[in-house]
């Protein structure tokens, strides 16, 4: 079994900051690793996804997570957010082998200032 | 264009009235499933299919029903709607390894 915590509920930064959204999981098997993308009203978008190969995963947005499997960690970072990228942001992990069921983190709502 | 397509995006209902939520997919995927979005949990899997009459329980299936008999559409049922499954709901469709592709969400008021 599988489980994620994100350890932010909420991130709160300016336009042109950094950002980083923690995710960290638990699995007794190898996983696939997601971060989905939740804009107000809308459904869920895969942001980025770690499947194999390189560690480190970018989006075409600017978003960028790195797979640190001695840290279980699959923390998400953009080094300068924009007013539209306020969103929910859902981790999610995936057993390589078996079941395709995704297991997902709490979210984390991220709110842009001007 | 390639898309899970849920139907309705929003239903207000009464306990106890019978309700189906439908979920239709385009892209010929194998694997359906539906989820439950409640603040601060997360999304939690209800049910899942693997292809054409193979359905599963997911975490948290009490008080639901699901059915494949065909491979692009997945409803899901509601027996006896109760105010605990008021809640944002998405189908979701892949392909064996790959990234699962959502709906738009219903949300679901239970009165």
């Known amino acids: 079994a599988q489980s994620v915590t994100q350890l932010d509920s909420q991130v709160p930064v300016f336009e042109e900051a950094p950002v980083e959204l923690r995710c960290n999981y638990s699995?007794?098997?190898?996983?696939?690793l997601f971060w989905y993308v939740q804009y107000p009203n809308q459904g869920l978008q895969l942001l980025l996804k770690y499947l194999s190969g390189s560690t480190l995963v970018e989006s075409i947005n600017g978003f960028e997570a790195e797979f640190n499997k001695s840290q279980t960690s699959f923390h998400l970072r953009k080094p300068s957010v924009h007013i539209s990228d306020t969103a929910e942001y859902f981790c999610?992990?995936?057993?390589?082998?078996?079941?395709?069921?995704?297991?997902f983190g709490q979210g984390t709502r991220l709110t842009i200032n001007p | 264009e390639a898309q899970v397509t849920q139907n309705p995006r929003y239903l207000i209902t009464v306990t106890g009235k019978k309700l189906t939520v439908t979920c239709s997919q385009n892209m010929n995927h194998e694997y359906m499933s539906w989820y439950r979005q409640d603040p601060g949990l997360g999304l939690r899997q209800i049910y899942y299919?693997?292809?054409?009459?193979?359905?599963d329980k997911g975490d948290v299936p009490e008080g639901y029903k699901v059915s494949r008999k065909e491979k692009r559409n997945f409803p899901l049922i509601l027996e006896s709607p109760s105010p605990n499954q008021t809640s944002l709901y998405f189908c979701a469709s892949n392909k064996q390894g790959s990234p699962l592709h959502f709906g738009n969400g219903t949300r679901l008021t239970v009165t």
């Open positions: 999610a992990v995936r057993g390589i082998q078996g079941a395709q069921k995704l297991v």
């Open positions: 699995s007794s098997v190898s996983v696939y």
């Open positions: 299919s693997m292809n054409v009459e193979v359905t």
